[in-house]
C-alpha cells in the first residue's frame, strides 16, 4: 500500500494516543488544547479503541476504533458525528517509538 502523507484539514481532531513502545491507545477524553495546531481531547464519547487490532482480528502495528459520536463541549452542543467507519484507521510509525497522537 502506499504511504499518504497526513495534511491536516480544518475540523480534525486528536482523539487519542498511540505509543507504540508500550503497545497503548489512551483516549483523550477529558483533555483540551492544540498538538502543532490540531485541537485535541473531547468531553465524552462511545468511541472504543484497539491496539494491534485490525477489521475486527488480531494486526500488530495497527489499530481498531469503533463508536458513533464523539462531544466536545457539554449538552445541549450536538455531538460529533464519526460517519462510517468501517475498517477503522490503520497507521504504523516504524520510525519512532511512541508516536505522535492519532486522529
Given at each position: 500500500?502506499?504511504?499518504?502523507?497526513?495534511?491536516?484539514?480544518?475540523?480534525?481532531?486528536?482523539?487519542?494516543?498511540?505509543?507504540?513502545?508500550?503497545?497503548?491507545?489512551?483516549?483523550?477524553?477529558?483533555?483540551?488544547?492544540?498538538?502543532?495546531?490540531?485541537?485535541?481531547?473531547?468531553?465524552?464519547?462511545?468511541?472504543?479503541?484497539?491496539m494491534?487490532?485490525?477489521?475486527?482480528g488480531?494486526?500488530?502495528?495497527?489499530?481498531?476504533?469503533?463508536?458513533?459520536?464523539?462531544?466536545?463541549?457539554?449538552?445541549?452542543?450536538?455531538?460529533?458525528d464519526?460517519?462510517?467507519?468501517?475498517?477503522?484507521?490503520?497507521?504504523?510509525?516504524?520510525?519512532h517509538a511512541?508516536?505522535?497522537?492519532?486522529?
Amino acid at each position: 500500500d502506499p504511504e499518504v502523507p497526513f495534511v491536516p484539514q480544518p475540523g480534525d481532531r486528536l482523539l487519542a494516543r498511540a505509543n507504540f513502545a508500550e503497545t497503548s491507545v489512551v483516549p483523550l477524553e477529558g483533555e483540551h488544547g492544540e498538538v502543532h495546531g490540531i485541537p485535541k481531547g473531547y468531553s465524552y464519547s462511545d468511541l472504543i479503541f484497539h491496539m494491534n487490532m485490525w477489521d475486527g482480528g488480531n494486526n500488530n502495528g495497527e489499530f481498531w476504533v469503533e463508536g458513533t459520536y464523539f462531544y466536545v463541549g457539554t449538552p445541549p452542543v450536538p455531538p460529533t458525528d464519526v460517519g462510517n467507519l468501517k475498517l477503522g484507521v490503520a497507521f504504523t510509525d516504524s520510525l519512532h517509538a511512541s508516536a505522535p497522537q492519532w486522529y
